[in-house]
């Protein structure tokens, strides 16, 4: 019986879902300071290791970053709702671009739509 990360295509559908989402955010003048420009692969690796270890992949996230803590990893920035919705905007177009069953894509979302409400960490502009 496979999980979920074998059963949507393993680390090649998580990486090209990240690869997606970092390509719209590049180009968001809200999210785009946030991220680190000089090591945005590091980003996309980080990301990448993140969602296929939460999905049955792979543990190398945390055996590499420890606990991901994600909160605690986000508290640097100011993510306000304005922030989450942009980055919402863009996962959205990256889930997208996966082509996934309608249940494997609501499964997928529904996860990504709670984390990014975890994330706002402040109300302020």
Same mark, same amino acid.
């Given at each position: =019986?496979?999980? +979920?990360?074998?059963?949507? &295509?393993?680390?090649? /559908? +998580?990486?090209?879902?990240?690869?997606?989402?970092?390509?719209?955010?590049?180009?968001?003048?809200?999210?785009?300071? =946030? *991220?680190?420009?000089?090591?945005?692969?590091?980003?996309?690796?980080?990301? /990448?290791?993140?969602?296929?270890? *939460?999905?049955?992949?792979?543990? /190398? *996230?945390?055996?590499?970053? &420890?606990?991901?803590?994600?909160?605690?990893?986000?508290?640097?920035?100011?993510?306000?709702?304005?922030?989450?919705?942009?980055?919402? /905007?863009?996962?959205?177009?990256?889930?997208?671009?996966? &082509?996934?069953?309608?249940?494997?894509?609501? =499964?997928?979302?529904? *996860?990504?739509?709670?984390?990014?409400?975890? =994330?706002?960490?402040? +109300?302020?502009?």
């Amino acid at each position: =019986m496979s999980n +979920f990360y074998e059963q949507i &295509g393993g680390r090649a /559908t +998580f990486e090209k879902l990240v690869r997606n989402f970092y390509a719209g955010v590049r180009e968001d003048q809200e999210l785009w300071p =946030m *991220y680190p420009q000089d090591d945005l692969e590091g980003a996309i690796q980080r990301l /990448t290791g993140f969602l296929e270890q *939460y999905w049955g992949g792979p543990g /190398t *996230y945390s055996e590499e970053r &420890g606990h991901p803590r994600l909160r605690m990893r986000h508290q640097p920035f100011a993510v306000n709702p304005k922030a989450k919705e942009h980055w919402l /905007t863009h996962m959205r177009a990256a889930v997208d671009s996966l &082509g996934l069953s309608e249940l494997d894509d609501a =499964m997928l979302w529904s *996860y990504l739509d709670r984390a990014a409400q975890a =994330m706002v960490n402040t +109300f302020d502009d």
